[in-house]
């Protein structure tokens, strides 16, 4: 196999639990894109879990992602060499990604206290470490002797973080000398849990308020923009109708931005597309007590399709996922606070913002 050039400090003959677990029981259920966020309330506080699937911008990857790069999607997936073709099985919105090639990264953004792994777990798999924020990297397998069946499998979780913004590097290891073990990774999506209150020593409900449909009228806009509507169902690969938004702004010109403002609230998710027409955009967020932004961030919303010739056209606008994924988050805001969240295109190609189709606060009453 071809060797990626990230590497990693793990030691790679260290010890780990291995064999991975076996389990398709999530830490709780996926949520589609643009759905409402689902809570879970201890005493003292309430959490949100936010998904974040491997076809969403906020996850990138090292090299390309394709036939000949590092890494495979399900378009692109039955060629395999030496593995054989990964079951097409019940993946989260028809997505995944998987590699043979070592040292291949995966750079997760996510705001939270916990984040939850899951993907596949069989004699195909190997090796992997865990880095978050620049720390020492942890160790650990998706090896387990029999084959998976059924939807992703759970990976790993790291618990008890700082509440605030994190980068995860997952870099795949292969197989490690001496050991029983494949060469691969595979990641469908992960479940990451964000602290919602309580606010202020006061244990308040939370709740939801979005900007969708026809209220993106309400968005402040410079540029040229193009308010569309589509009406056609959207489906996973396993049948599942998304029930996505339908209604959505998009632009081609660099510079252009929308700019949404909210208050009383304790975390924001953006939704929109993504594929092979669109490209980079900026998401930048600022408080109203400084002027130093919270966030600001460049994101790529681009996603190639693999098809050669003529037959790329015909799937250009359509790509993997045609239903809508999360473009940008933030957790841990204080509701005492204003915000303004500002989304540039930043692509000088004339390619789309990804089109935004819905702006979700959590609100902390």
Request: proline share 6%; with cysteine; net charge negative.
């Amino acid at each position: 196999m071809s060797s990626a050039t990230a590497s990693t400090t793990a030691e790679s003959s260290g010890s780990t639990s291995s064999p991975a677990t076996n389990s398709t029981v999530p830490t709780a259920n996926p949520v589609l894109p643009g759905a409402n966020p689902s809570f879970s309330t201890e005493p003292g506080v309430t959490h949100s879990n936010v998904t974040i699937d491997d076809f969403s911008p906020l996850i990138t990857y090292s090299g390309t992602v394709g036939a000949s790069g590092d890494w495979l999607s399900p378009l692109t997936d039955s060629e395999m060499s030496a593995a054989r073709p990964v079951p097409q099985r019940d993946w989260f919105l028809g997505t995944y990604r998987r590699t043979e090639t070592k040292n291949a990264t995966i750079r997760i953004e996510f705001w939270g206290s916990e984040i939850h792994l899951y993907g596949d777990t069989g004699p195909a798999y190997g090796a992997y470490s865990l880095q978050l924020d620049q720390g020492t990297p942890d160790l650990r397998s998706a090896f387990y002797p029999a084959l998976a069946v059924g939807p992703a499998h759970y990976l790993y979780s790291l618990r008890n973080l700082t509440e605030g913004r994190h980068e995860l590097v997952i870099t795949n290891l292969g197989t490690r000398e001496g050991l029983v073990e494949g060469e691969g990774f595979l990641l469908d999506y992960v479940l990451v849990t964000q602290k919602v209150g309580p606010v202020s020593g006061e244990m308040l409900t939370p709740g939801v308020s979005d900007v969708e449909g026809s209220d993106l009228a309400s968005v402040n806009r410079t540029g040229s923009w193009t308010l569309s509507s589509v009406d056609e169902d959207v489906v996973t690969a396993s049948g599942q109708n998304a029930s996505q938004p339908k209604t959505f702004y998009s632009t081609t010109e660099n510079g252009a931005s929308l700019t949404h403002s909210f208050n009383s609230s304790t975390a924001i998710q953006v939704f929109g597309t993504r594929n092979a027409t669109h490209g980079v955009y900026r998401a930048t967020l600022t408080a109203s007590n400084s002027s130093a932004p919270v966030s600001s961030q460049i994101y790529n919303a681009s996603a190639p399709c693999d098809f050669p010739g003529p037959e790329a056209q015909n799937i250009l606008p359509g790509c993997e996922w045609q239903g809508s994924v999360l473009k940008f988050s933030a957790a841990n805001l204080d509701p005492a606070l204003s915000y303004q969240l500002r989304l540039e295109n930043v692509d000088n190609t004339s390619k789309v913002l990804g089109t935004l189709m819905s702006f979700i606060s959590l609100l902390g009453d």
